[in-house]
């Protein structure tokens, strides 16, 4: 890239200046559109530009009206030059301007994604990107009664858009930023009546985007009455909303650190009931119920509960738990029926055995299931070295034998390096050799095996 330093610009004349950068344009298109973005300067020119600059980079990235995976950064980079400018706006004061251009951004990548695969997730980032800015923008202290009345209509017409149906998640990010706007009380009272224009006839569906919707906008509800009116409404309305899950988890995160246990046990548990379909839903009740019969000090119901949430891999902290919750002389007993209730989920029964070191047990596993040798191998090497080996080998001969193009046989040579590295080049030149003999006809997988140095 070439320095600062290294080009005299200032001993060009105006018009070598403007002859440069019309040849430049003439040649790139793209730097004109930058150019103008750049040096816009009302507020009508600098969104009109803004929105051309976002196109012609997206326009570049399509093919036959679609972005691919691997063009979707790149489609991305007009955007980005966007916020950047939309957060420098809002740090040097000009806040208003800076959260259009922030909206000019979010509306562009949800339209995208209509036609991207996001794969790699770059517009999720470029949303949330445009909408933190949003946020921080409607957040910025001192601001003037005017500018805040526009913000908080401004932000509340683009919540409206129909762009915004079946995007729940950013429309509701849109009105939680006004939120700090709303302490006055005509805006306050829009607000509420927005809210609750929002809220839609719950299908019934456990899965249904209503349900989704309606915790989100009584969850704001509920952010509005915390922040303006004190934690005894908010309870209140917490406390009248526990059909909403969202609002009572709150609730019960709010009597346990009170040490109402009782209570939030009881909460704990109508929700496990109620969203005995749920199963995310259940796990997560089933916490609670432990934290709560943690702090009453009642052992035997952790034990009960830490042992059925140890049954999901995403819980092995319960099982760290549940070992805790038994002295040294009957936790063999237990680990035995863990065991044999574990057989159920791999993923679960494989940690058991390395957390526990039962490493005899990990190598009948691989046995049954030697596919498996790849991930656990190293754990065998000291007790059990040569049944790991004769795994290892047979599971390369299948793999070498079910390998049909070069990317399979690819993968089979890495297995083997792994295989030369671990055992020796003793052992390793035994099995490229019957390897040979058994692919003679595989002219190709006999080239990739040359190759291995």
């Not at 610009?9 to 070598?16: M, N, W, Y």
């Not at 973005?37 to 600098?46: K, V």
């Not at 259940?282 to 019969?293: E, F, G, H, I």
């Not at 080996?389 to 890495?414: C, L, P, T, W």
């Amino acid at each position: 890239m070439t320095n600062k330093t290294d080009l005299d610009l200032e001993s060009l004349t105006k018009k070598q200046l403007f002859e440069i950068l019309h040849r430049l344009c003439e040649t790139d298109p793209q730097i004109e559109e930058k150019l103008q973005f750049m040096l816009s300067t009302s507020e009508e020119d600098e969104i009109s530009t803004s929105r051309k600059l976002i196109s012609q980079y997206i326009q570049e990235a399509k093919h036959q009206g679609f972005i691919h995976r691997g063009n979707a950064y790149h489609a991305l980079q007009g955007a980005n030059m966007v916020m950047d400018k939309a957060y420098d706006l809002i740090q040097n004061g000009q806040v208003e301007r800076g959260i259009k251009l922030a909206t000019v951004v979010l509306q562009r990548a949800i339209d995208m994604i209509q036609y991207t695969d996001d794969s790699d997730g770059h517009i999720g980032d470029t949303l949330r990107g445009s909408l933190t800015i949003i946020s921080e923008g409607a957040n910025m202290p001192n601001l003037d009664p005017k500018t805040e009345a526009a913000i908080f209509t401004m932000l509340l017409k683009e919540a409206d858009l129909k762009r915004y149906d079946g995007w729940s998640s950013e429309r509701v990010a849109l009105l939680r930023s006004v939120l700090p706007l709303a302490h006055e009380s005509k805006r306050r009272e829009k607000l509420e009546k927005k809210l609750e224009a929002y809220l839609v006839e719950d299908s019934g569906d456990l899965w249904s985007m209503s349900k989704y919707t309606n915790e989100e906008i009584k969850e704001l509800q509920w952010e509005l009455i915390n922040r303006y009116d004190g934690m005894e409404k908010a309870t209140e309305f917490l406390f009248a909303n526990l059909d909403k899950s969202n609002l009572r988890e709150k609730a019960i995160v709010q009597l346990l650190d009170q040490k109402e246990y009782e209570k939030a046990l009881e909460l704990a548990k109508d929700g496990a009931r109620l969203d005995k379909d749920l199963h995310g839903l259940v796990d997560r009740w089933m916490k609670y119920q432990y934290d709560a019969y943690k702090a009453m000090g009642n052992r035997e119901k952790q034990r009960d509960l830490a042992y059925k949430l140890s049954m999901t891999r995403s819980n092995f902290s319960y099982y760290l738990e549940l070992k805790t919750l038994y002295s040294k002389e009957k936790w063999p007993d237990i680990l035995d029926l863990v065991l044999n209730d574990a057989k159920k989920n791999e993923g679960l029964l494989t940690d058991i055995l390395i957390h526990e070191q039962l490493f005899a047990h990990l190598l009948e596993f691989t046995k049954k299931k030697p596919y498996y040798i790849e991930q656990f191998y190293s754990y065998l090497l000291d007790d059990h070295s040569s049944e790991a080996n004769a795994i290892f080998h047979e599971h390369i001969r299948q793999k070498a034998e079910r390998a049909s193009d070069r990317r399979g046989y690819r993968g089979v040579m890495k297995l083997i390096k792994t295989y030369r590295k671990t055992w020796g080049l003793q052992d390793a030149e035994i099995m490229i050799a019957e390897l040979r003999e058994s692919n003679v006809r595989r002219p190709a997988f006999l080239d990739e095996l040359d190759k291995l140095s």
